[in-house]
């Protein structure tokens, strides 16, 4: 059974960096793309920053300039470096691997948190 595991969340000051890191414990074949979305109370989950096996990559535009997505889908990695966050940041975040064999499917990790303080 797949699962994704996150890690690397937690609380820091305004202006402050983490690096998230979401890993599959299974083989995953297939991955057309791997993403972070986030979900923020009183808001809908948000794409964050995504790339597809073509090796393009996008960004909301809250994140640009700020956030790098980068992994590796031979090993079933994604990583999000966050650099200058800001307390609009802070929310639960979400790995996603989609994969694409004759239909799409989601793998979704369990949310890690990352609260950003004033």
């Known amino acids: 059974q797949v699962q994704l595991v996150e890690s690397g969340g937690g609380l820091v000051q305004a202006g402050g960096s983490l690096r998230l890191s979401c890993a599959a414990s299974?083989?995953?074949?297939?991955?057309?793309?791997m993403a972070w979305y986030r979900q923020t109370p009183g808001k809908q989950r948000e794409l964050v920053a995504r790339?597809?096996?073509?090796?393009?990559?996008n960004y909301a535009d809250s994140v640009k300039g700020r956030f790098t997505i980068s992994g590796d889908s031979a090993k079933n990695t994604v990583y999000l470096q966050m650099n200058s966050l800001k307390p609009g940041d802070t929310g639960i975040y979400y790995c996603n691997f989609r994969t694409y064999l004759y239909k799409a499917y989601d793998y979704w990790g369990q949310g890690t948190q990352v609260t950003v303080s004033s």
């Open positions: 790339f597809t096996s073509g090796g393009s990559t």
């Open positions: 299974g083989s995953i074949f297939s991955i057309n793309g």
